[in-house]
């Protein structure tokens, strides 16, 4: 099946069960839920054969395809892969079934709102999300990087909780922003790197680029992607956006989307500018590392669960961040580890603390309270999630943690060093968070909510029983993805120009590090 | 004495022009002869027919590369491709101009003359029929604008300038609802309008001292090789640049645009805001590509903090405003500053960018202003921006068009605005002109601002009591509307045949 166009079927087919749950009319809410739900698991099954199909030890991008766009300006409908984009795609492709199921219930009961054009809204954002990992031409790569903020925006806005005008905006903004500085570059390094978008054509005549624009191209892609990411200082727009979305949304909107920031630094800017990630790499360090503690400082201090999850999220991108930053092949497979754990971790966190707040009708930590003794499997999941979260061995996220922080360590001992606080911070906002809300003497409020009563359904069995496998198996085996994601890492990094330093050749997992 | 020869004319390369004066001149004679009854229909229905045999006629004149009648008028790629997207872009604008199905006479008031407040007023706003003298009117302002596109000498343009200017400043004080601002608006835009007008004629004459000639060529000849004192140059330059500066609403000659935007019929407003500005840059295209070439590094950094000057104040000002009009003027002002980036790249790419935006801008501008004329209440058009709160519940086809069209003000991708906005960026850069474009791309991120309130407005707030209807759109309108979001679509998704055809066309003769 290797000749089959996988990545552009795989992009255009949420579109059109977008178009196609966006006519349903609204008074036929659960045919909407159906068809969006039996559509994203057919692009899920569609994303396991092309799993099946990527060959480890073969091209590092596989799954090329071209069409022609706009000749003028050498833009093309170009998709490629390679083992990054592979493991992002696979991660969407997991996710937005579960987050449909999840949202099942989330637009019920009120006459205001359109329940087929919020699935048709998480359809299209899954459309754009593929795009985005997909697309191997720089132009696509901007379009889709720029039209994914619409339907999140919508989704925000119109279907999230309180202060959700004020979230949407911000989110919109931010994001606007940085796409704009990206967009200047993109057409600078359209100048600059031959007339073309082409991924490979740019890569080769990169070198070419004189020092001082590349730097302040670089510049341009990194605070797009910093902000998307997002990284301390651009970070502020996540917890507005993670706290106001609706907990499913919220799931894709940090377990996927922000990891087009992170992805973009590994596709974008560290090849196309090899010179000047070497040069600005300290500072994004400094950056990622402050992220760490900071957010983490900040997490611990929440009264919102879905704020609070959402500080957790900037905490552990600026893992991913040390982990891209510290140029070794190790840490660079442990950030790509990290960014399909955390998605899954994450993105199982916001999911059952939804499953919270629709049954308590609140997000602050202060109206629970003892809700173990009402709840006991669902704040057991709770638990789980936040263990995962916090990176407890036997759990996928710790051999993602490890990897990063042990290959840092080889190169950069302070960093590491100071990163590796952030894991006993994180066990602090997880353990205190979990305290706060399931264990201890039980508020009596809660008594009086009937909902309270009602513990885990079939449907959220159904819901967290992939992810917490999923978890749980990379947790004890994370070999088939990091054999996929290694290869790439290493040709990322002989893009910048490292080698790994001394005796390494070790990875954790008996890889193909050579 | 010699006999006075009598110059070459190509009557086929003027034809476009020729056909749209004669059915001008036409449309007035049907007023004066057709019964009050069905002088609508007949006019309208002969301009469209106007309109459509001129475009025919460009069509038939695609490959003409000449200069005729004297050394007045020059027919050559940028010519054809202009008066093509002037034609094109009219032939909506009139689709807007034409609609009477939702206030009854339309957006016309018969008889402008008439002292606001008077008992008279009221009673031809609320039952007459609108004047039909509209549709020659419009015939003839597009037929100036033809001209002044393809005029070779700065005479020529400057005839073209008032012939397409005169007919504007009687259009804008027609609007049937809010006689003193429109009246206010008509007054404002003359009388800045003839100054404008002046300092072009004075500069003309200034660089006729200079050059010992008007054409273009002659002007580019003298410019290569000067003979008398550059001073008369600088400030020939500098006099024509304002009048066509002000023509094409830069700062800081724009501050007639929101207070004419606001007043003018909205229909007007659409005209002025496409197609105006298609010929305002069509002749600043050609006046400095043309004859100024020589001396760009004079002119490019001045000209250049006038575009950077355009982008901040259209963007800042558009974030203050509570009209949508008025806030569609801003907008208008700052996309004027982006066109200027792309004309001051001064390159092939620079000219086949801003001809590219220039139409991609335009249907979307047109469409934005075909749906103000559908938010209406019992007096009229309800522009203030309160007033469109909610919008999006009540009428969700129209709020999510408009929605469409503010996306593609803002450069969100898959829309004309994102493509061409590229492209005159992409010629900027590609010119030198790489700190234009950072300040472009710090204005588009301002702009981005009013343009999503604007959006949460109409989708994320709760509907008040006073929120209008939104009219069910005759035949004309929605067909304006269609084809604006078509355009707007299409540009954005498979701009590739534009911009082939813009670049094809991107070749002065001199």
Same mark, same amino acid.
């Given at each position: 099946?290797?000749?089959?166009?996988?990545?552009?079927?795989?992009?255009?087919?949420?579109?059109?069960?977008?178009?196609?749950?966006?006519? #349903?009319?609204?008074?036929?809410?659960?045919?909407?839920?159906?068809?969006?739900?039996?559509?994203?698991?057919?692009?899920?099954?569609?994303?396991?054969?092309?799993?099946?199909?990527?060959?480890?030890?073969?091209?590092?991008?596989?799954?090329?395809?071209?069409?022609?766009?706009?000749?003028?300006?050498?833009?093309?409908?170009?998709?490629?892969?390679?083992?990054?984009?592979?493991?992002?795609?696979?991660?969407?492709?997991?996710?937005?079934? !579960?987050?449909?199921?999840?949202?099942?219930?989330?637009?019920?009961?009120?006459?205001?709102?359109?329940?087929?054009?919020?699935?048709?809204?998480?359809?299209?954002?899954?459309?754009?999300? #593929?795009?985005?990992?997909?697309?191997?031409?720089?132009?696509?790569?901007?379009?889709?990087?720029?039209?994914?903020?619409?339907?999140?925006?919508?989704?925000?806005?119109?279907?999230?909780?309180?202060?959700?005008?004020?979230?949407?905006?911000?989110?919109?903004?931010?994001?606007?922003?940085?796409?704009?500085?990206?967009?200047?570059?993109?057409?600078?390094?359209?100048?600059?790197?031959?007339?073309?978008?082409?991924?490979?054509?740019?890569?080769?005549?990169?070198?070419?680029?004189?020092?001082?624009?590349?730097?302040?191209?670089?510049?341009?892609?990194?605070?797009?992607?910093? #902000?998307?990411?997002?990284?301390?200082?651009?970070?502020?727009?996540?917890?507005?956006?993670?706290?106001?979305?609706?907990?499913?949304?919220?799931?894709?909107?940090?377990?996927?989307?922000?990891?087009?920031?992170?992805?973009?630094?590994?596709?974008?800017?560290?090849?196309?500018?090899?010179?000047?990630?070497?040069?600005?790499?300290?500072?994004?360090?400094?950056?990622?590392?402050?992220?760490?503690?900071?957010?983490?400082?900040?997490?611990?201090?929440?009264?919102?669960?879905?704020?609070?999850?959402?500080?957790?999220?900037?905490?552990?991108?600026?893992?991913?961040?040390?982990?891209?930053?510290?140029?070794?092949?190790?840490?660079?497979?442990?950030?790509?580890?990290?960014?399909?754990?955390?998605?899954?971790?994450?993105?199982?966190?916001?999911?059952?603390?939804?499953?919270?707040?629709?049954?308590?009708?609140?997000?602050?930590?202060?109206?629970?309270?003892?809700?173990?003794?009402?709840?006991?499997?669902?704040?057991?999941?709770?638990?789980?999630?936040?263990?995962?979260?916090?990176?407890?061995?036997?759990?996928?996220?710790?051999?993602?943690?490890?990897?990063?922080?042990?290959?840092?360590?080889?190169?950069?001992?302070?960093?590491?060093?100071?990163?590796?606080?952030?894991?006993?911070?994180?066990?602090?906002?997880?353990?205190?968070?979990?305290?706060?809300?399931?264990?201890?003497?039980?508020?009596?409020?809660?008594?009086?909510?009937?909902?309270?009563?009602?513990?885990?359904?079939?449907?959220?069995?159904?819901?967290?029983?992939?992810?917490?496998?999923?978890?749980?198996?990379?947790?004890?085996?994370?070999?088939? !993805?990091?054999?996929?994601?290694?290869?790439?890492?290493?040709?990322?990094?002989?893009?910048?120009?490292?080698?790994?330093?001394?005796?390494?050749?070790?990875?954790?997992?008996?890889?193909?590090?050579? | 004495?010699?006999?006075?020869?009598?110059?070459?004319?190509?009557?086929?390369?003027?034809?476009?022009?020729?056909?749209?004066?004669?059915?001008?001149?036409?449309?007035?004679?049907?007023?004066?002869?057709?019964?009050?009854?069905?002088?609508?229909?007949?006019?309208?229905?002969?301009?469209?027919?106007?309109?459509?045999?001129?475009?025919?006629?460009?069509?038939?004149?695609?490959?003409?590369?000449?200069?005729?009648?004297?050394?007045?008028?020059?027919?050559?790629?940028?010519?054809?491709?202009?008066?093509?997207?002037?034609?094109?872009?009219?032939?909506?604008?009139?689709?807007?101009?034409?609609?009477?199905?939702?206030?009854?006479?339309?957006?016309?008031?018969?008889?402008?003359?008439?002292?606001?407040?008077?008992?008279?007023?009221?009673?031809?706003?609320?039952?007459?029929?609108?004047?039909?003298?509209?549709?020659?009117?419009?015939?003839?302002?597009?037929?100036?604008?033809?001209?002044?596109?393809?005029?070779?000498?700065?005479?020529?343009?400057?005839?073209?300038?008032?012939?397409?200017?005169?007919?504007?400043?009687?259009?804008?004080?027609?609007?049937?609802?809010?006689?003193?601002?429109?009246?206010?608006?008509?007054?404002?835009?003359?009388?800045?309008?003839?100054?404008?007008?002046?300092?072009?004629?004075?500069?003309?004459?200034?660089?006729?001292?200079?050059?010992?000639? #008007?054409?273009?060529?002659?002007?580019?000849?003298?410019?290569?090789?000067?003979?008398?004192?550059?001073?008369?140059?600088?400030?020939?330059?500098?006099?024509?640049?304002?009048?066509?500066?002000?023509?094409?609403?830069?700062?800081?000659?724009?501050?007639?645009?929101?207070?004419?935007?606001?007043?003018?019929?909205?229909?007007?407003?659409?005209?002025?805001?496409?197609?105006?500005?298609?010929?305002?840059?069509?002749?600043?295209?050609?006046?400095?590509?043309?004859?100024?070439?020589?001396?760009?590094?004079?002119?490019?950094? !001045?000209?250049?903090?006038?575009?950077?000057?355009?982008?901040?104040?259209?963007?800042?000002?558009?974030?203050?405003?509570?009209?949508?009009?008025?806030?569609?003027?801003?907008?208008?002002?700052?996309?004027?500053?982006?066109?200027?980036?792309?004309?001051?790249?001064?390159?092939?790419?620079?000219?086949?960018?801003?001809?590219?935006?220039?139409?991609?801008?335009?249907?979307?501008?047109?469409?934005?202003?075909?749906?103000?004329?559908?938010?209406?209440?019992?007096?009229?058009?309800?522009?203030?921006?309160?007033?469109?709160?909610?919008?999006?519940?009540?009428?969700?086809?129209?709020?999510?068009?408009?929605?469409?069209?503010?996306?593609?003000?803002?450069?969100?991708?898959?829309?004309?605005?994102?493509?061409?906005?590229?492209?005159?960026?992409?010629?900027?850069?590609?010119?030198?002109?790489?700190?234009?474009?950072?300040?472009?791309?710090?204005?588009?991120?301002?702009?981005?601002?009013?343009?999503?309130?604007?959006?949460?407005?109409?989708?994320?707030?709760?509907?008040?009591?006073?929120?209008?209807?939104?009219?069910?759109?005759?035949?004309?309108?929605?067909?304006?509307?269609?084809?604006?979001?078509?355009?707007?679509?299409?540009?954005?998704?498979?701009?590739?045949?534009?911009?082939?055809?813009?670049?094809?066309?991107?070749?002065?003769?001199?």
């Amino acid at each position: 099946m290797s000749g089959f166009p996988f990545l552009s079927v795989l992009t255009v087919l949420p579109l059109v069960g977008a178009l196609v749950v966006g006519l #349903i009319p609204r008074q036929k809410a659960e045919l909407a839920k159906t068809v969006a739900l039996a559509w994203s698991l057919v692009v899920l099954v569609l994303s396991i054969f092309m799993w099946v199909a990527f060959k480890i030890d073969g091209d590092r991008f596989q799954f090329h395809e071209s069409y022609q766009w706009i000749p003028s300006w050498d833009a093309r409908f170009t998709f490629a892969a390679d083992g990054i984009a592979l493991v992002m795609l696979m991660l969407i492709a997991v996710l937005t079934p !579960v987050v449909i199921l999840a949202s099942w219930h989330d637009v019920d009961g009120d006459g205001k709102r359109s329940a087929p054009v919020y699935f048709a809204l998480l359809l299209a954002f899954e459309f754009t999300m #593929i795009g985005v990992f997909a697309a191997a031409d720089i132009f696509l790569f901007y379009v889709f990087f720029e039209v994914m903020l619409i339907p999140m925006y919508f989704i925000i806005g119109s279907f999230g909780g309180a202060r959700r005008q004020y979230a949407a905006v911000k989110f919109f903004l931010y994001s606007l922003v940085g796409g704009l500085f990206m967009l200047a570059s993109v057409i600078g390094l359209w100048v600059v790197g031959g007339h073309t978008f082409d991924f490979t054509r740019v890569l080769q005549s990169v070198g070419e680029i004189d020092q001082n624009t590349s730097r302040w191209l670089f510049l341009g892609f990194f605070v797009a992607f910093a #902000i998307k990411a997002p990284f301390f200082p651009f970070h502020t727009w996540l917890p507005d956006a993670g706290g106001a979305a609706p907990a499913g949304a919220a799931a894709l909107l940090v377990g996927v989307m922000d990891k087009v920031g992170t992805f973009g630094i590994l596709r974008y800017c560290l090849p196309l500018f090899p010179e000047a990630s070497r040069w600005f790499a300290p500072a994004a360090l400094v950056l990622a590392v402050i992220g760490i503690i900071y957010a983490a400082l900040l997490a611990v201090g929440q009264n919102d669960l879905k704020r609070l999850v959402s500080y957790t999220s900037i905490a552990h991108f600026g893992f991913i961040g040390v982990g891209i930053f510290a140029f070794t092949t190790q840490a660079g497979t442990g950030s790509v580890l990290y960014m399909v754990n955390h998605g899954l971790a994450t993105g199982l966190l916001f999911i059952v603390v939804g499953m919270f707040v629709a049954r308590r009708g609140s997000s602050l930590v202060s109206d629970f309270g003892g809700a173990g003794k009402l709840l006991p499997v669902l704040a057991g999941v709770l638990f789980f999630a936040g263990l995962a979260s916090l990176a407890l061995p036997g759990t996928a996220p710790f051999i993602s943690e490890f990897l990063v922080l042990i290959g840092t360590f080889t190169v950069h001992k302070a960093y590491a060093v100071i990163a590796t606080v952030g894991i006993i911070l994180a066990a602090a906002y997880v353990l205190w968070m979990v305290q706060r809300t399931t264990q201890g003497t039980l508020n009596p409020a809660l008594e009086e909510v009937p909902a309270m009563r009602k513990d885990i359904t079939l449907r959220e069995k159904v819901v967290v029983a992939p992810l917490i496998l999923l978890l749980l198996f990379l947790g004890f085996y994370p070999k088939p !993805v990091t054999d996929v994601i290694n290869p790439a890492v290493q040709a990322t990094m002989q893009d910048v120009g490292k080698t790994d330093p001394g005796p390494t050749a070790v990875t954790a997992n008996g890889g193909v590090a050579r | 004495m010699e006999a006075l020869k009598l110059p070459a004319i190509d009557y086929g390369a003027l034809s476009p022009m020729l056909i749209l004066f004669g059915f001008a001149c036409l449309g007035v004679l049907v007023e004066a002869l057709t019964p009050r009854r069905s002088r609508h229909a007949v006019q309208l229905g002969l301009s469209f027919v106007a309109i459509i045999a001129s475009f025919v006629a460009v069509i038939v004149e695609h490959n003409t590369q000449k200069i005729t009648i004297g050394g007045a008028v020059a027919v050559d790629g940028p010519t054809l491709f202009l008066q093509g997207a002037i034609l094109a872009l009219g032939a909506v604008s009139l689709m807007l101009i034409g609609e009477r199905s939702m206030e009854k006479g339309g957006a016309f008031v018969s008889q402008a003359a008439v002292t606001v407040g008077s008992q008279k007023d009221l009673r031809q706003a609320g039952e007459q029929p609108g004047a039909t003298e509209v549709y020659p009117l419009t015939l003839f302002a597009l037929g100036g604008m033809l001209l002044f596109v393809s005029a070779n000498d700065l005479l020529t343009m400057f005839v073209a300038l008032e012939v397409f200017s005169l007919p504007l400043y009687l259009l804008c004080a027609l609007a049937r609802r809010r006689r003193l601002l429109s009246q206010e608006a008509a007054l404002k835009y003359f009388l800045l309008g003839s100054y404008a007008s002046a300092f072009f004629l004075f500069g003309v004459a200034l660089i006729y001292g200079f050059s010992g000639g #008007i054409s273009l060529g002659a002007v580019h000849d003298a410019v290569a090789n000067p003979q008398r004192s550059e001073v008369l140059l600088y400030a020939g330059l500098a006099m024509v640049a304002i009048g066509l500066l002000f023509k094409a609403a830069l700062a800081p000659f724009h501050v007639w645009t929101p207070d004419v935007y606001q007043g003018a019929p909205t229909p007007i407003t659409a005209l002025m805001a496409a197609c105006t500005k298609v010929a305002a840059f069509g002749a600043l295209l050609r006046v400095l590509y043309v004859s100024f070439e020589g001396v760009r590094w004079d002119f490019q950094p !001045v000209l250049g903090v006038i575009a950077v000057l355009t982008m901040l104040v259209g963007a800042v000002l558009a974030v203050t405003q509570t009209d949508m009009k008025r806030l569609l003027a801003y907008s208008s002002v700052a996309n004027a500053g982006y066109l200027l980036v792309g004309v001051l790249a001064l390159n092939e790419q620079g000219l086949s960018s801003t001809m590219f935006y220039l139409v991609a801008y335009g249907f979307s501008v047109l469409a934005a202003f075909g749906i103000i004329t559908l938010v209406r209440d019992a007096d009229g058009e309800a522009t203030h921006l309160s007033r469109w709160a909610g919008l999006g519940r009540k009428s969700p086809l129209f709020a999510g068009t408009f929605t469409f069209i503010l996306l593609a003000f803002a450069g969100i991708p898959l829309t004309s605005g994102f493509t061409a906005k590229f492209a005159v960026f992409g010629a900027a850069v590609e010119g030198g002109q790489t700190w234009l474009v950072i300040f472009g791309v710090i204005s588009s991120m301002l702009l981005a601002f009013p343009y999503l309130r604007v959006v949460v407005l109409l989708w994320l707030s709760e509907p008040g009591e006073t929120t209008p209807t939104v009219s069910i759109p005759g035949f004309l309108t929605s067909a304006a509307l269609t084809i604006g979001v078509i355009a707007t679509f299409a540009l954005g998704v498979v701009p590739a045949p534009l911009i082939d055809l813009t670049r094809d066309a991107a070749q002065f003769v001199r």
